[in-house]
């Protein structure tokens, strides 16, 4: 490799290459920032969508977010009582269907360091991905994407009913 002075150069470029393969994008134009009225800026939330395009089936819960969605308390990763129900509604749809693939999304509010967030965000995520292997839910099927405060620390949300929004993880959907 004589272009490259350092080989630790090119093992940060190839974990560079290999780190992009493992984002989700979000189709353009599903932000909600802004909406509501309510003068209060809500965190983006990830569109569920189907890996492929023209799918033949749709992905469950393509339109109820609240079906696919997990909220924390502030710096805690224990699941609630209506967190453990939206888990065991996703685990029997991924028991359903074989050619599902869920990733999980985690994040946190705005207040922290960048790596405290992404610790927290990585806790959550195991924690959801603990509960729907307990449900039965093949390895396989799960993927992990813990974004932190990446998203939050960039909005205007001073209030905790904002901040207990951005506190959780998604369940976004993609088939095989």
């Not at 190839?14 to 984002?23: D, F, M, P």
């Not at 089936?57 to 969605?69: G, M, Q």
């Not at 502030?74 to 990733?103: C, F, H, M, P």
């Not at 813990?146 to 960039?154: A, F, L, Y």
């Amino acid at each position: 490799m004589p272009f490259i002075k350092h080989p630790s150069c090119f093992w940060f470029a190839i974990a560079l290459a290999i780190s992009a393969c493992t984002t989700v994008e979000k189709p353009f134009g599903t932000s909600d920032w802004g909406k509501g009225g309510t003068g209060t800026t809500q965190p983006a939330r990830t569109a569920a969508y189907s890996g492929r395009q023209g799918a033949a089936k749709p992905t469950p819960f393509a339109d109820d977010e609240a079906s696919r969605t997990v909220y924390f308390a502030s710096s805690d990763a224990t699941i609630d009582s209506q967190g453990a129900e939206v888990l065991r509604q996703n685990a029997q749809k991924l028991k359903e269907d074989a050619q599902l693939v869920v990733v999980l999304v985690g994040h946190t509010d705005n207040l922290g360091s960048s790596a405290y967030n992404l610790a927290v965000a990585d806790r959550r995520i195991e924690a959801v991905s603990e509960r729907l292997r307990s449900l039965g839910v093949a390895r396989s099927q799960i993927r992990r994407l813990p974004v932190g405060s990446e998203e939050s620390s960039k909005l205007k949300c001073d209030s905790e009913v904002c901040r207990r929004s951005m506190r959780r993880v998604e369940l976004i959907y993609e088939r095989r």
